[in-house]
C-alpha cells in the first residue's frame, strides 16, 4: 500500500478499442475484469493454464482468446494494458517488471503498491461513466460509485445543461406501478424529457420527480372532440416532437403488451417523426410475482397464455379463441378482465377447464393497496363481487397458483411483497 503522503493518481479514460491488453491469469479476478474490457473493445488475451468456465465462455465466444499456458515476457508484445491476477506472486512480480520494461501500465490484484495502474469502481449511466478511485479502500469506492449513480437514476443529480436532448418521441413502459419498478432506461428518458404525456396507470409517483419545467400532460383528460382520444394523443405528440422537444409517452407495464404503443409508433412513422421504445416490465408477469405466484414452475406449468378481457368471449370482435385456451393445461393471465369474469369463467369450463382449477385475483400490484385472493375457476366471479375487487387488477389461473398458495399459507415462509409486508 503506498505512504498516505503518496500522490493521488492520475485519473484517464483508457480507449481501448481495437488494442491489446493482456490478461495474466484465468480465475475469478481475471473474470471480473475481462467483461469491461470487452465492452471497451480491447482484443484481450488471457494466458493462463487454466481459466473459470466463465472466461473460457468468453473465448468460446470469439470475444476473447485464451492462451492456456503459463506467461511468458514476449506475451506483452504490442500490448497497451496488463491486468495480473494470478496467486503466483512470482509470476505477477515478473509481469509487472516485464511491464515495466515496455512502458505498460500494469494492475496488479495482489499488490496495488507495485501495480502503475489502478482499477476504478466503474459504472454507466447513459453517455456517462462515472469512475471511482479510492486506492486505499475498494468498497469504499465501489460504494461511492453506486450512491452517484443512483442519485443520477433517481434524478437526485441532473445535469440538464449538458444533456444532448434529441427531438422525438420515447414509448416507456413504467413497469406495475412501484416506481422501482421502472427501467434505469425509462427514467433516464423521464429526466431526460421536455414533455411527458401519461396514462392513468403510468406510475405517478415518478411524475412528481420531474423538474418543473417540464409539461406533464394528463392523456385521460385531453379534451376529445371529434377526434378519438387516440388520435388526439398522437396528434399532441407529434406535434411537440416536431416543435423540437424530447416527448415521453409513458405508461403502465410495457407499452407493446395491451398499450397500444404500436399504434403511437405507427403514427410516428407516419408523420416521419423519430420514435424509440424502452420496454417495461409488464404487469402480467410482474404482478403475480409480486403477489409470489411464479407464471410458470418446472413440472407445473411449461406454458404462459397472456389474454386481454376487453372484450367478452362471443363478442364478434373478440380475436381470443376461448375453446382452445380452455384446452390448455398451463397458466391463463388475465387483463382487464375484473367486469367480464363471469362470461370468461363460463366460456372456459364449457371449453373443459376445470371448475376447481386454482385462481388468484391480485388488485394495485406493487401499490401499498395490493391485495390477493385466491379461489377456483367456478367460484371465481362471486369472489372477486365478494371482495369488491376493482381494477387494476391481473387474473392467473392454473397449477402455478396452488403451488404459491401453498408456500404462501406455510408459516415462516420467509416471503415478503416489495414493501416488507407478508402476503395478505
Ligand atoms: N401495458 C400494460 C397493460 C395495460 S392493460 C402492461 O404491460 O402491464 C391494463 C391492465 O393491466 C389492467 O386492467 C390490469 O389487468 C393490468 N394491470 C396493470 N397494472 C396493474 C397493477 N398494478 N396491478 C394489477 N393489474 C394491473
Redesign the pocket.
Known amino acids: 500500500m503506498p505512504p498516505v503522503s503518496d500522490p493521488a493518481p492520475y485519473p484517464a479514460g483508457l480507449r481501448l478499442a481495437g488494442r491489446r491488453v493482456v490478461v495474466v491469469g484465468g480465475g475469478k479476478v481475471a473474470q471480473r475484469r475481462v467483461p469491461a474490457l470487452v465492452a471497451a473493445g480491447a482484443c484481450v488475451e488471457v494466458v493462463s493454464p487454466e481459466t473459470t468456465p466463465a472466461v473460457e465462455g468468453h473465448a468460446l465466444s470469439g470475444e476473447i482468446t485464451w492462451t492456456p499456458r503459463r506467461y511468458e515476457s514476449s506475451d506483452l508484445d504490442g500490448a497497451w494494458y496488463v491486468v495480473v491476477t494470478t496467486n503466483v506472486p512470482e509470476v505477477n512480480r515478473q509481469v509487472s517488471r516485464d511491464a515495466d520494461e515496455r512502458r505498460v501500465f500494469c494492475v496488479r490484484s495482489d499488490d496495488a503498491e507495485a501495480a502503475t495502474a489502478w482499477t476504478p469502481a466503474v459504472g454507466t449511466h447513459g453517455p456517462l461513466t462515472v469512475a471511482v478511485l479510492g486506492s486505499r479502500d475498494p468498497r469504499r469506492s465501489a460504494s461511492v460509485r453506486d450512491e452517484i449513480l443512483s442519485r443520477l437514476r433517481s434524478g437526485e443529480i441532473v445535469a440538464r445543461k449538458d444533456q444532448t436532448r434529441t427531438p422525438g418521441i420515447t414509448l416507456v ?1 413504467g ?3 412501484d416506481p422501482d419498478l421502472i427501467t434505469v432506461a425509462g427514467r433516464r428518458a423521464l429526466q431526460e424529457a421536455d414533455v411527458v404525456i401519461a396514462d392513468r ?1 403510468a406510475p405517478s409517483a415518478l411524475l412528481a420527480e420531474l423538474a418543473p419545467d417540464v409539461e406533464v400532460i394528463d392523456a385521460t383528460k385531453l379534451p376529445r372532440g371529434r377526434a378519438a382520444s387516440q388520435e388526439s394523443i398522437n396528434a399532441l405528440m407529434i406535434d411537440r416532437a416536431r416543435h423540437g422537444k424530447s416527448v415521453v409517452r409513458f ?9 397500444r ?1 404500436f399504434e403511437e409508433a405507427q403514427a410516428c412513422a407516419a408523420a416521419g417523426v423519430p420514435w424509440c421504445v424502452v420496454p ?5 408477469f ?2 403475480p410475482a ?1 403477489a409470489g405466484i411464479p407464471v410458470t414452475h418446472r413440472g407445473v406449468a411449461h406454458d404462459v397464455t397472456v389474454i ?3 372484450l367478452p368471449p362471443g363478442h364478434p370482435e373478440s380475436l381470443v379463441d376461448w375453446d382452445a385456451v380452455a384446452r390448455l393445461r398451463g397458466t391463463v393471465v ?5 367486469t367480464i369474469l363471469p362470461e370468461i369463467s363460463v366460456a372456459l369450463r364449457a371449453g373443459g377447464r376445470s371448475p376447481q382449477t386454482p385462481c388468484a385475483v ?6 401499498a393497496t ?1 391485495r390477493t385472493v385466491f379461489t377456483t375457476l367456478e367460484k371465481l366471479a362471486g369472489d372477486v363481487e365478494r371482495h369488491q375487487i376493482r ?5 392467473v389461473m392454473g397449477e402455478v397458483v396452488a403451488v404459491a398458495s401453498e408456500l404462501s399459507s406455510l408459516e415462516g415462509a420467509g416471503w415478503r411483497d416489495l414493501t416488507g409486508r407478508a402476503p395478505a
Not at 254 to 259: C, I, L, R, T
Not at 280 to 284: K, N
Open positions: 413502459g413497469g406495475p406501478g396507470l405508461k403502465g407495464g410495457d407499452s407493446f403488451v395491451f398499450g404503443g417495461g416490465i409488464t404487469s402480467a410482474s404482478v409480486l386481454s378481457g376487453h388475465m387483463l382487464m378482465a375484473v391480485v388488485q394495485d400490484g406493487s401499490m395490493q381494477p387494476p387488477a391481473t387474473i
